[in-house]
């Protein structure tokens, strides 16, 4: 690399720039920068959030809307397709599909990969705005939308569960009381109740007891919403003083509701308690929520997307003795289904990896550099590596989860690479008779492009991570950002730190005392080493066509190997924990459902490798009474449970399974992959045709001819049975001459059998 002829004039001798030359003359201040470095790079590591998985943006958006009551086929014509029409005119959508049970229909949204899903959120949320003219009147809310998020899964459940207290006080415990507190910490996104619904005054009117009055529901309703009124009443003033005027319009007892006047007969005025039985209860009688075997108020957290999972978790047990404390004699808060162990683990396994890892680097230095000044300088460079992928992902709002570590573990191998390089040819030149300092210019003049060179070239392989498209593109690009990250400023400690050291601390191999007995033994080592490695290679030089021929063989051999290896989108994790998925006959009452719901539960309870069981009817795709959830903890492995989450999971279903009138379909927590947290299985296969009744046909022959498959089990269908219904025909003619409006006659019967 000689940069001009000995023979002509100096003056037209220029040698190559050295970058490296300020750092090297500066030994003081390259430390500090290299100290600089370092700690911020542990303070960024403080800072950063922990989570299992990339903060993914899933191009996907839900909506659900829901009308009690409805059929499947209904809540399709009446509900799904008019979302369908409106929210289909959003640009950017890839696929639309939409599913309709009883009582409730779900729209999904995959847009095109690299659309802004917050903007897209804003037109969602209007063209829902679009569609309510379009949609039936006995819809209680708005459609909602959320998007979607594989770490938007509750990272602690709160169960609330009392023996002397009624549920409805229990719901208003953790809705007004423990929710608003808990969402308070820094962190928490959303705090969801379940298991219960807010307080209500329910009224059941007795039928013979409003006809022997002549009183319709209608008329008692009408009644009841004109003596519970919550209006302003205005203000009194005389010019110099004002007040405020209040009355006592509003009714919040049973009582004062029972005494309420709804109409008047002959003079006499007929209250509400002789045509009706007034209790407290909830508004939906039909959430419940059960916690080994107890009635219980489930309390749901769930993160910020940039959020510390551990910090966060950490903080709300913390917060627990004080929230116990706001809470009535004969109440009891309980943690379960903490998803941290989990993610816990699996953090500090890969922390302690990358730790063995660069202690194997250190040790694979020493025992062939042989000393221990180049191989600790050498060293240096890892964690300094690390500690700038720290920084790059602080900056850029990554995550510590399974993907950047293992980007940091990968990335060990690598960043020792240049300082290696650039070590071994200042140590040549000090073999050589050169000044430290002069061989560490000279060296590092000769050996940086080549140090580039390597750089360029590793980047090379991982950043064409960074162009994929679709959710792998997503899931890698923290991956391929933190090593990359840790390349190239290992590159940068090699052309700068590395060869300072050297200039300082680095000595030829005459100048140092008499080797160790541990230099000996390595030296001995490496003459054995040399001298197999010559063996090997002098038989392979004798015997070139077997050479030849392994280059065919191996790669046979791997494409054999690669065939017979299982496939998958994700290992499965042996987390400890299970879901469960209920769904009984569309003709099963919500009180029976109750039953087989707690029938299921404690048979679950029962098994000896089971820790607690949580349970609740419908799930948050669907409000039906015929379906029922399950979060099942399983006891650690080795500390009350000796077989596998696998082993465990086919036990429960073979036992789970004998229980008549009631499906349950069993699966691990996963943290991805699966089809999802919230469907049944771990698989889905989307059938579409040209008409409802077309996929009614088909959809029963493909589902029976899986389940006769040996390959399949717990298959379902999203084909919701209609159940059994009573067919109302109206006479309109009659209705007519008696001035009677269909609105009005289906107004009655909501009112008399409704929620």
């Known amino acids: 690399m000689a940069a001009c002829s000995r023979h002509p004039p100096q003056k037209h001798c220029r040698k190559p720039m050295n970058i490296s030359a300020p750092f090297i003359k500066r030994p003081v201040g390259t430390s500090l920068l290299a100290a600089g470095l370092l700690v911020t790079g542990l303070l960024c590591y403080a800072l950063l959030g922990v989570a299992s998985l990339p903060n993914l943006q899933f191009p996907v958006i839900f909506v659900q809307a829901g009308v009690p009551g409805a059929d499947a086929r209904n809540m399709a014509n009446t509900v799904a397709a008019p979302l369908e029409r409106h929210l289909g005119q959003i640009s950017g959508i890839d696929q639309m599909s939409s599913s309709s049970s009883e009582s409730s229909s779900f729209v999904i949204m995959l847009f095109h990969v690299g659309v802004n ?17 379009d949609l039936p009147s006995s819809l209680r809310r708005p459609p909602i939308y959320h998007k979607a998020n594989p770490n938007n899964a509750p990272v602690l459940i709160l169960a609330l569960t009392s023996t002397t207290r009624p549920l409805s006080q229990l719901y208003n415990f953790a809705d007004s009381i423990l929710s608003p507190r808990i969402a308070q910490l820094p962190g928490v996104a959303q705090v969801n109740v379940a298991g219960g619904a807010k307080p209500a005054i329910r009224v059941n009117l007795n039928l013979r007891a409003m006809a022997a009055m002549g009183l319709t529901a209608n008329q008692v309703r009408n009644a009841l919403v004109a003596s519970n009124v919550i209006e302003p009443l205005g203000y009194l003033s005389d010019g110099h003083t004002q007040m405020a005027i209040s009355a006592n319009s509003t009714l919040s007892s049973p009582a004062q509701f029972a005494n309420t006047v709804v109409a008047v007969r002959n003079g006499v005025p007929v209250r509400l308690r002789e045509i009706a039985h007034v209790f407290r209860g909830q508004q939906d009688q039909y959430q419940a929520a059960w916690y080994n075997g107890k009635r219980s108020i489930l309390l749901m957290i769930r993160k910020q997307a940039d959020a510390n999972v551990i910090t966060i978790v950490d903080h709300i047990h913390a917060l627990l003795p004080e929230l116990r404390t706001t809470l009535p004699a004969g109440v009891k808060l309980t943690p379960f289904f903490d998803r941290t162990p989990t993610i816990r683990a699996s953090v500090n396994e890969v922390q302690i990896t990358l730790l063995i890892s660069l202690g194997l680097v250190m040790m694979t230095m020493l025992l062939f550099l042989r000393r221990w000044s180049p191989t600790i300088i050498a060293a240096l460079a890892a964690p300094l590596a690390v500690s700038g992928a720290f920084i790059v992902m602080y900056v850029l709002g990554y995550t510590l989860d399974n993907f950047s570590l293992m980007a940091l573990v990968v990335a060990i191998g690598f960043v020792v690479d240049d300082a290696i390089v650039v070590i071994e040819n200042i140590h040549r030149h000090l073999e050589r008779g050169m000044e430290p300092l002069q061989a560490a210019l000279t060296g590092t003049r000769e050996v940086g492009f080549t140090v ?10 991982f950043a064409p991570l960074l162009f994929m498209s679709g959710f792998f593109g997503m899931l890698f690009r923290e991956f391929s950002v933190t090593l990359v990250a840790a390349i190239v400023v290992s590159a940068l ?245 008696l001035g009677i409006s269909v609105g009005a006659i289906d107004s009655t019967l909501y009112n008399a059998f409704g929620q």
């Open 493 to 737: 400690v090699s052309l700068t730190l590395t060869p300072s050291l050297c200039g300082q601390f680095l000595r030829p191999q005459r100048d140092v005392a008499e080797p160790s007995r541990l230099s000996r033994k390595i030296a001995a080592f490496h003459v054995g080493l040399l001298a197999s490695y010559a063996k090997a290679l002098d038989w392979a030089l004798k015997h070139p066509r077997w050479m030849a021929a392994q280059v065919p063989l191996l790669l046979l051999l791997t494409i054999a190997l690669m065939m017979m290896i299982p496939k998958g989108f994700f290992p499965q994790q042996d987390t400890g924990a299970l879901r469960g998925f209920t769904e009984a006959s569309a003709a099963t009452s919500p009180q029976t459902m109750m039953k087989l719901q707690q029938r299921v539960a404690n048979r679950i309870q029962k098994d000896p490798a089971v820790d607690s069981v949580g349970s609740r009817l419908g799930s948050w795709r669907s409000s039906s009474g015929n379906t029922g959830s399950l979060l099942i903890n399983l006891k650690p492995l080795g500390h009350g449970r000796s077989a596998s989450t696998h082993e465990v999971l086919n036990r429960l279903r073979r036992e789970t399974s004998r229980i008549p009138g009631i499906a349950i379909y069993l699966r691990t927590v996963q943290t991805m992959g699966g089809g999802g947290n919230n469907r049944k299985t771990r698989y889905s296969y989307d059938l579409k045709g040209n008409s409802y009744s077309q996929l009614e046909a088909w959809i029963p022959k493909l589902a029976a001819a899986m389940r006769h498959s040996p390959i399949f089990r717990d298959v379902s269908t999203s084909l919701a049975g209609s159940g059994l219904r009573e067919m109302l025909n109206i006479n309109r003619s009659a209705a007519s001459r």
């Open 117 to 133: 899903v917050d903007d897209k959120a804003r037109d969602v949320q209007a063209a829902i705005n679009a569609a309510a003219p």
């Open 452 to 461: 580039v060179s390597i750089t360029v070239s590793l980047v090379a392989v």
